[in-house]
């Protein structure tokens, strides 16, 4: 919200600068985010009153006869199409500086001399939302009472200081410049430690007694839905453009004009807080009814939609059906229009919730809404009826009559304070005087009882906020300010805080990871089914899709880690960087009875782990070398697990494998399919699975004192035998002795059969009684070679 | 032969000069062997007087020794220059780089993370984490923010079912966990929230929140104040203050926006700030009657305190990140930094 610093200055007296004044509000908890200072652009601009316009024939501009003094014309030609006879205009004169720098000199256009030019709002350096679709395509058209061979800046409130408030909604108080000027005079009571005084600040307006009784009843009908409802008919009015002088107040509030009626509930609403509608009376027919819309029930809202509402919306109806959204928008039909000679004008106060519900439920949020639903102050709602009277009385003329009201406000209720509540919840003394002072600077009323040590506590009635005891003491600490209070450490049994499992788990994998030489990356969660269906992971069943996307590259959340991680690894490679092992640990979602989540953990290998180096070759990561890293972190956890051959789509159909543990899928790894990635590694583990099965508890076990004895042999079996079969088959010969089975070399080719291939086992062989012998491992081997031939027909190759 | 000190002298003039152990050995024949100088002299001895003959023994001895520890000291001499000319020839280049392999690093979020996880358990909080997937009653409704409350215009919602959300923020584990442990209750849940917004330098649709949650009796707003003051000190530098202004979030009353002083100017104001000299971090404040109602905690026994932090918002401040979009890209030459 914009509040033009020079209106309030208007509206009440104090020295502040516009920022200090916004580090005053900010600390008072109405956030001011910025300051604009709208300067004078132009120099030498005045208004002028166009004498004549005639076409200049074979061109597509105007001569244009301007009254620029009591006395004096000048000619000026102009390209503009909306100016016409009598119109006010701001006429730059012959040495006028305006907006973009530019020095206006004298002219020739064939034989005629301009002398000056008729300024647009751009040309005068205007903010453009302020003004009408008309001011902006062409010449600005003055309003006709605007008075004439003035200064531009002293008759438009051109410079200016904008304070941009970023309100929350429990602020429905200030969304107003009557509401910002209350809490100006906060400040001041505050300062001068007195009571505050709003009543200074409202409008002082005073109608004549005995106006003749609208002749027409308005009736709320559900009474939970609105607590006051005041028509009023004002008969015979002119709309026509508003005065001058409003439209100076209009251009302060930033409102657009579009005639007088219209700019004047529009004015009750920025300046004061209270929407308001005006009606075309000679269209409604019987009396007004606040109700509920039936199920089904129509109306056409005067920006032509035909909407079809449900009992969530509430109406003003007549005798004929609804003629209004109440509190969100008018119907078109009831409209008020150039040819409306007779206007029936609505101030209410309907009850937030029900606003609330209405005009999200259509997805319509108005002005009128967004205050409504937040609370107006119920006591200005009478009266604001009377101030837009008067001022259509000012600017249409007209008759005007009493108002027919319906009133269900509640009287105002007191809200308790316990001192004793205050001091234990901000938790530092605070005394009754202090807390008096506190609700004076507000211009709360209350009662104190001294017996009891409470206050009952009467807010004015714009204060929607204060209705519980916590209110109450949030104002304490807000006028006392929030960095007054002390801090004290919290005061407790001493206890250890602990970390969920999961994320220590996670913690361990990381820096498990991360000893690898592993980098942690975090990508989106939120995906495009594009990118999730290029590597076939789009499942339109299992896949979550979000029903109301910020865009289609974020419409899914992520099934897997692949789409992402691979994401990150093109963006690197495309910077040239192209040797690195990434990671991440993160949630991956799915449909399964209901939508699920859970951690899964990815590993992307590309290039050489170890780098072009003058000292050895550099080594490429492999599929071995990221099996390495699982096979390790498996043992780490104690995990036993087995890898079987298995394709996937985005894998090298014929090195990829799955990762089984029992019979339950933990995870899979392959080559990256080579139309997707060249020579690179992927793997995802089920994390929650993996912690399930795992063990990270450490024990200690007795090693052997006596040295053990390592043996090298070299078996020739098959080709196209699996070599986990091979070491299963040496394990199988149970020889307690056996330690460790070390695979180091595999040969294929001459002088080997066409369909065999020899393995090179290491075996070590450790007694935890005595030093092995030479012939006791003699006689290991040979059960190992007999194993060897029976199971896989194996061969034991002796040099 | 006559005995003379001249052998003794040659000998010294022979050793001076020598350059390898083999001409050592020559010497050593020459002087030690079975028919060198030494064994020539002491076949003289018989031919002597027989009254000459100790004393003529005794210089031989004498002679002997002399030339038998020379030769040795010369040999050990010879033995460890030639080692050192050997390892000399191994010399290598000590200004040559090192071998290096990958090394790996730790997501910057992540440490940020580890980081807050830390300073709250050393204060005795529980850590958390919660789903991402909310339902409604948690993220909204329990919070004190019912269906069409304007406040949930403050917070873009996107969502997967009818009540069925991404979680905005981590306030639902503050109902999850009142739901599931009894006061006192001290703890902080971190995690992924998503909201509605463009993506641009300062916002982002996913980002990290931390959430804490004290409750207990007669925990109070200077309680609060003391646990953020000194959590920001741990984390930001022993200078760091903390500021509070009133503000709105419907689950806390009295309720605050919560700042700490520009770690870039220490106060002063300068652009990062943009001249306030303090750098907004979260919400925070007073856990709201309705709330602890809600969760069947009676807020007349039992009061609690809550903060949301980003911690997006917290990596950018401690380690001077400008943009919110590089957590999200993983150039590894951002992750490499932290
Ligand atoms: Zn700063």
Redesign the interface.
Known sequence: MLVSYRLLKELIDFSYSPNELATKFTHLGLEVEHVEHVEKKFDKVITAKVLDVTSISGTKLFKVNLLVSENETKTVITAATNVKKEDIVPYAMVGAKISDGRVIVEKYFGDILSQGMLCSYNELGLESEFLSNQEKNGILILPEDTPLFKNFESVFPVEDFYLEFSLLPDRADAFSVLGIARWVEIILAKEEGRKANFEKLQPKVQLEENLPNTPFEVKIADTDCAKFYSGRLIKNVKIKNSSYNLRTELYKLGVHPINNIVDITNYVLKMYGQPLHAFDFDKLKGGIFVRRAKTGETIKTLDGVERVLSEKNLLIADSAGAVALAGVMGGEYTEVTNETQNVFLESAYFVPSVIAVSSRSLGLITDASSLFEKGVDPDFTPHASNVASKMILEEAGGILFKDSVDDLRDPKKGVNLRVSKAVSLLGDEIKVEEIKKYFDIEGFDYVFDEAKNTFTVYAPTFRQDISIEEDLIEEIARIKGYNEFKETPIVSNLKSGSIEKIQEFNSFLRNFLLAYGLNEVITSTLVSSAMLSKYKLFNEEKTVKILNPLTEDMAYLRPSLLATLLEVATRNINVNIKDFGIFEIGKVFYRENGFKEKFNLSIFLIGDYILKNPYKKTLPYDFFYLKGILEDLFDELKIPMFFEKQSYPYLHPYRSAVIKVKDELIGFLGEMHPNIFDKAYYCELDIEKLLNNSSLEKKFTQFSIYPSVKRDIAILVDKDIEEIKVRDVIRSASINELKNIVLFDIYEGDPLPKDKKSLAYSLEFVSNERTLTSEEVDNYILKIEKSLIDKVNGILRRQ | MEFNEDIEKQFFEKIKNIKDLSELKKIEIEYLGKKGIVQELYKKIKDLPEEKRKEFGEKVNNLRNIIESSIESTKAQLESSLADLKLSSEKIDVT??G?????????V??KVI?EV?SI??????????G???EDDYYNFEALNI??????R??QDT????QK?L?RTQTSPMQIRIMKKLKP?I?MIA?G?C?R???LDSSHS??FHQVEGL?V?K??????L???L??FSKKMFGENTRI??????F?FV?????TSISCVICGGKGCPVCKYTGFLEMGGSG?V??NVLRNVGIDPDEF?GFAFGWGIERIAMVKYGIPDIRY???????F??QF
């Not at chain 2, 019912?146 to 406040?151: I, K, L, M, S």
């Open positions: 040559l780089p071998l290096h392999f990958q090394r790996g690093s730790i997501h979020l992540t580890e996880k709250f358990v050393s204060m005795g909080f529980d850590v958390f984490s789903p991402d997937i019912p269906e069409h409350h304007p406040a215009d403050m996107f969502y997967l079912a069925i991404l006192p001290r971190i992924r998503y509605r917004d463009a649709p996913q004290v207990d007669g925990i109070s707003f200077a309680n104040k003391a646990t003051s000194e500021r509070f202004t009133p503000s709105y419907p009353e009295p309720g605050s926006e007073m709201h009657p009061q957590f999200y890209q993983n150039d590894l030459r992750l490499k």
